[in-house]
């Protein structure tokens, strides 16, 4: 049977990250996986300190989430890369997060969303790329399957998590829909490179058959405990517990270790 954490007691005494490390977070829309991204990126800003520094690219409209988030963790927002030059005192990291474009009246809308979409793409490869070949970097796609499929960032994707550890350039990356849709799918790197998973709670057997490609983890074990993971009806909101994986083991010496984590 597994162990079951609270979040604060997982936070507390068992996330232990390394830089360089990749990280997934994989489950279904409003499951909180976003924020719970930011409570572990928290933490490890608060380990680190400047030894690394911290990006999050946002490529959504809108997200008062986020928000919330990039305010708590003194990460100012920036809608291009790199960041105007200012005299403002240097912030403890960054939110990457492009203005849209509209479509005004008489515009061709499908016109509008190719162009907005490459200028999205601009803005967060740039910002990626340059955390990629500084080094000491984490850099947290809060939508990876819309960067990697809709901005074309797989090719660099695929590059940063294999090659990003020895460059201490982790990727932290939230992923909705694991079995990807018909315009395309995150690059199997995403699933087989990280060293920790989170995964929420999820129905869709086609996602979880996704979960497998890990290695070192028996897909169909992996597959029940995932759907039959808990939901919390928490404000609003259904926060789903987590299933946690480590590839680093529960000791550091190698094997995978593994728990729930709860509310």
């Not at 960054?94 to 499908?110: C, E, F, Y």
């Not at 590059?159 to 315009?183: A, I, Q």
Request: with cysteine.
């Amino acid at each position: 049977m597994l162990d079951h954490l609270s979040r604060a007691e997982f936070k507390d005494g068992y996330w232990d990250y390394e830089p360089g490390e990749h990280v997934v977070f994989a489950q279904p829309t409003g499951g909180g996986k976003s924020r719970w991204m930011y409570e572990l990126l928290q933490v490890t800003m608060a380990h680190y300190g400047d030894a690394l520094s911290y990006r999050v690219a946002i490529p959504k409209r809108r997200d008062e989430e986020a928000a919330r988030w990039n305010a708590a963790l003194g990460l100012r927002e920036t809608p291009v890369w790199p960041p105007v030059p200012s005299l403002r005192r240097k912030p403890a990291g960054w939110a990457v997060w492009p203005k849209h474009l509209t479509a005004a009246p008489g515009q061709d809308p499908d016109v509008i969303l190719v162009k907005d979409r490459a200028h999205i793409e601009k803005q967060l490869k740039a910002c990626c790329m340059d955390g990629y070949q500084k080094g000491k970097c984490i850099f947290c796609a809060d939508d990876i399957y819309k960067a990697a499929v809709y901005l074309h960032m797989n090719a660099l994707f695929s590059e940063v998590l294999s090659d990003g550890r020895s460059m201490d350039f982790g990727l932290f990356g939230c992923n909705t829909k694991p079995s990807g849709t018909k315009d395309g799918s995150v690059t199997s790197f995403f699933w087989n490179q990280p060293t920790h998973y989170f995964f929420g709670k999820d129905t869709d057997e086609r996602n979880r058959d996704r979960f497998g490609e890990m290695g070192g983890v028996d897909p169909k074990y992996i597959s029940q405990v995932v759907m039959d993971l808990q939901i919390h009806r928490i404000g609003r909101n259904n926060i789903s517990d987590q299933l946690y994986i480590s590839k680093a083991g529960s000791d550091g010496h190698g094997g995978v270790a593994m728990c729930i984590i709860g509310p």
